[in-house]
């Protein structure tokens, strides 16, 4: 897969000195040459186990030599936002003669993919304030046609646009997104280690395509952002632009990878905004939903069962208000956890361990970031269905905080929560509280509580008894920023379960309680090309989160992955990534349980052309024995004709079947394959075609076992940035079951929309498709602001 600009690796020339790379690193590169000429996939599994953790104990030792060797960090850039004399009209076109006053800020460089360079076209911004809102006026040159889409909210990161990132609090660990492309489309989300769009608030911005330019105007309401009085610290800001056209992306500080942390740290102060206070806003967002569902069994051989007809209506309630100008609390009565856009549906490559979806839900996005932390300990999809919460988010003095508290009807999986019962979840409660103190220039420490308590639920292995259980976790965690060239990250949780099995005369079972933890220790070097990241996980036999999500449990992870960035000087060869990716888990007897070796390079070609390929060799232990297997893989992307973009991700080699028993497990032959088609005839109209292929068979062209098709065609006509139509059939060739759904979506502003769809089911009897289910629902809510 093409990696993303924004989290792109390290864009450093090739003529680096070897003298700066510490000794550590040249081991290191002897030890992979070693691996990379190795004879077998056995030698390979072998030296990885040998290499790990050796290695991660000389990268740790560096890290003291690093920290006393630190320099201090550089002066930052620095923007003034100038107060306009004027009200400021919201058009996209920057006629008024404030912005002619106005400091300019046009020094952009390149962060990908020359670093540093001067960008192929020019960009400038200007910042004012107006009233209780900043305002950027933003002007782009267009000397290639631009690329770009009126497409739905948030959905123009593959396009041209452009983002403004502040930081309202100054310390360099949070900042807001509020993004804008050539058709006014807005982008808004939240920007921590990684970009998260799925937060939204209520803005305005607008965009106008002149000769050569495109110009643009984001105008941000103080009351969207929490955050508290003004303090010791400026404001922060950085500016990205996304240049399609010629494969750029210009930016205002520059980024520069060789540099740890996160990309705040590197942003430009912002003046002017030192009376300024956050949002003390009451917001009130009632909703309605109804549907008519209907569904029918085939019965053989006399046909279908009668329709059924099952009419749903609700209403629900959702309050906010801000308590600080930096802290606000949500009040949710029946909240409205209604899934409009449909999951895409996934195969279970695996099979052995549960899938998981993203969050989707309005009441868990707003301010969801606030319970991150290093391990994913928290995995909201757990509350599948709340009837009422409170939820808490902000700052109180130093700390960021998130408290949320909920009662749940129950109906989530609880598989991949560690060990334990893993059907589904009963009904009960949920808690979570999360602070996290940042220090430094870019460190952290923290700490996350929660529990979940579930009401009677019926135990498989007692069934004439009824059970309670309640599952707690305490977890501490750190990041320290140690030098410009090295992080540290570590965490440690607790957990406690109690199982109440009640009375059971044919049993006699006792009531029990396990205790189990989960520690993780990792290491992360930047340099002007390499990067390398080295961790060590522990996984306790008892250890259970039913808030989180842990794959496996009684076992040790250890990572270490790492990479070099090359640039040609010249040619259609834009960057060369040597790279791999390398993972041994092992029980605590020391018995491996699976390994992943996976050198890969990454090409990335000046015309929005990509290629990786790349190796795995695994061991993995299964049942009652280990087996050893390989296979290459390959990715390809081409984005250069932007009518139809197409990326095609393929795995062939051996695989491991598993089957239930060790006779009926074996090694063969495995095709894992992913096509991904965007089509875009117009500006209004895009479609989205994704297949996905798995087959496994005894050998590469006889004995098949399983071939799996699933394909998915999201197509959408946005007719107005307000109003749009989508339809999304998907088909599971595996069940031979069909999906289709269509849904007509008119969103005035986040929190005020109008949803009308139809989701139906078809399933193959007698020869063909045959509908089996049918829904026609309408939900709307309406955004009050006080």
Known sequence: MRPTPLRARSRARPHIALARVPRA??????????????????????????????????????TVQCAIARADPAPRATAAAVESAAPLKI???????????????????????????????????????????????????????????????DEITDGDHIAVHLDPEGDGQRAYIFGINPYSVELDGILTEDPDFKWDAVWDGAARVEDGAWTAEIAVPFKVMRFPPHGARPWRVWIRREITAWNEVAVWPLYRFSEAGRIMLQAADLTGLESVSGGRDVRVEPYVFGSAEGARDYVQPGGFTPWSDDRHREAGLDLQTALTSALALNATWNPDFSQIEADALQIDLNQRFPLQYPEKRPFFLEGGEAFATPLEMVYTRRMSDPDAGLKLTGRVGPANTGVLVLRDRGGASLAGSGQGYDGLSWPGAFALARAQVPFGNGSSVGVLLGGHSQGAWNDPASPSTDSTSRNGLAALDAQWRISNRWTAVGQLGLTETKFHHGYDAATSRADESRHGAIGLAGADYSDRGLKVHVAHRHVSPDYRDELGYQERVGVEYDELNGGWDLYPKAGALQSVTPYSDNLVVHDHTGRIEYVDLNPYVVFQFRRNLWATPGWHAYQEHWLGRTYRYSRAHVSLGDTEWRPLAISVETQFGQGLFYGATDAESFVGWTDIDQLTLTARPSERLTSAIDVQHLRVARHATSGQVLDVWVTGVNTTMQFTRSLYARVYPQFDGEIEHLNADALVGYVVHPGTVLYVGVNSGFDRLDHRQRPTRRQVFVKASYRLGI
């Open 91 to 153: 058009d996209g076109a920057l006629d008024e003669p404030a912005w002619r006053s106005a400091p300019e800020i046009a020094a952009f460089q390149l962060m990908a993919p020359r670093e540093g360079q001067a960008p192929d076209e020019s960009t400038s911004v200007r910042v004012l304030v107006d009233g209780d809102r900043v305002v950027f006026g933003i002007w782009c040159e267009a000397r290639r046609p631009l690329r770009a889409s009126l497409a739905p909210r």
């Open 25 to 62: 690193f040249h081991a290191l590169a002897g030890l992979a040459l070693r691996a990379a000429l190795a004879p077998s996939a056995l030698a390979l599994l072998a030296l990885a186990r040998r290499v790990v953790m050796p290695t991660a104990l000389a990268l740790l030792a560096v």
